[in-house]
């Protein structure tokens, strides 16, 4: 395995860590970093991967790290600051607002990857 294909994958887990580290911020500033963040993964992603099956590994490992990051988040938000039912409805709506936002980037990537390896044909 080539060196970039590690430090990619490794940059897919990023994310995690920003969740331990902004939780105290709430949702605002956790979702605001987070947004931009999944937006630069998915092209790091895509400018790195060569091939298609290189793209979809890099993008699973983008929407597990999105999921463990929004439950993280939730879990030390709700376990430190706020312990109420809202705080839990809320985070299971971002874990599945984050999945999707993550599915879709990395659908439209793996679109563009598959028509221009088509294309190259």
Do not use: H
Request: a positive charge.
């Amino acid at each position: 395995m080539q060196k970039k294909y590690l430090l990619v994958t490794l940059a897919n887990y990023i994310p995690v860590l920003c969740a331990f580290l902004l939780y105290r911020g709430g949702g605002l500033l956790f979702w605001s970093v987070f947004i931009i963040m999944q937006v630069f993964l998915v092209g790091l992603n895509y400018s790195t991967a060569g091939k298609k099956n290189v793209l979809l590994f890099f993008s699973a490992n983008l929407l597990v790290s999105t999921i463990i990051a929004n439950w993280l988040s939730i879990y030390l938000y709700y376990t430190y600051i706020s312990s109420d039912a809202e705080t839990i409805l809320v985070g299971y709506a971002a874990i599945k607002i984050g999945a999707v936002f993550v599915l879709v980037l990395s659908l439209i990537s793996l679109g563009i990857k598959v028509l221009v390896e088509r294309k190259n044909i």
